[in-house]
T-cell receptor
Framework: AQSVTQLDSHVSVSEGTPVLLRCNYSSSYSPSLFWYVQHPNKGLQLLLK??????LVKGINGFEAEFKKSETSFHLTKPSAHMSDAAEYFCVVSENAGGTSYGKLTFGQGTILTVHP | EAGVAQSPRYKIIEKRQSVAFWCNPISGHATLYWYQQILGQGPKLLIQ????????DSQLPKDRFSAERLKGVDSTLKIQPAKLEDSAVYLCASSHWGERDNEQFFGPGTRLTVL
């Protein structure tokens, strides 16, 4: 079974300061991990994905995440927040048993990021 | 490349009424998903199709929800009769099958309000 825990329901930062959104996962098999972003009244957009290649993954809009198997974590970071980053962020896990994806995504509860001027 | 299309974008109904949502996936995507996103929660998978066959419907409330994907392209999700707790955003997503990273592409969703 797979699960995801996003450790903060809300994160508030000032524009230009670093962003850290925390995520821990649980998976019986080798997981794929994703971060999706959801802006108000818009669809979910993929930010980045980890699929057992490099543990440090770079995504769009300056975001990156590091897969740490020993800590079962996949935290999302950005060096400098922009006002347009304000949105809800979802950490997502997908199990890959036997090297093929079952396709089932399990979403975390979401973290709302607020960026102050 | 056109994205995943959904309609309607918004729907308001009375409890015990019926409602249907439509989804058109990205061209060539064999796999189609329906998710329910209740306010303040992450999306939850309701049903997954591979072409026109059901792969996973374990979390679909089958006494009131039904879905079909005729001809392996468009899909319809129906609720009959609706309950207050069905108020949510219903998301459709699609992906290629067999890709290990399984990137799913999401539509804008249909926001359902049940009064």
């Amino acid at each position: 079974a797979q699960s995801v825990t996003q450790l903060d329901s809300h994160v508030s930062v000032s524009e230009g300061t670093p962003v850290l959104l925390r995520c821990n996962y649980s998976s019986s098999y080798s997981p794929s991990l994703f971060w999706y972003v959801q802006h108000p009244n818009k669809g979910l957009q993929l930010l980045l994905k980890y699929t057992s290649a490099a543990t440090l993954v770079k995504g769009i809009n300056g975001f990156e995440a590091e897969f740490k198997k020993s800590e079962t974590s996949f935290h999302l970071t950005k060096p400098s927040a922009h006002m347009s980053d304000a949105a809800e962020y979802f950490c997502v896990v997908s199990e890959n048993a036997g090297g093929t994806s079952y396709g089932k995504l399990t979403f975390g509860q979401g973290t709302i990021l607020t960026v102050h001027p | 490349e056109a994205g995943v299309a959904q309609s309607p974008r918004y729907k308001i109904i009375e409890k015990r009424q019926s409602v249907a949502f439509w989804c058109n996936p990205i061209s060539g995507h064999a796999t189609l998903y329906w998710y329910q996103q209740i306010l303040g929660q992450g999306p939850k998978l309701l049903i997954q199709f591979q072409n026109n066959g059901v792969v996973d419907d374990s979390q679909l409330p089958k006494d009131r929800f039904s879905a079909e994907r005729l001809k392996g392209v468009d899909s319809t999700l129906k609720i009959q009769p609706a309950k207050l707790e069905d108020s949510a955003v219903y998301l459709c997503a699609s992906s290629h099958w067999g890709e290990r990273d399984n990137e799913q592409f999401f539509g804008p969703g249909t926001r359902l309000t049940v009064l």
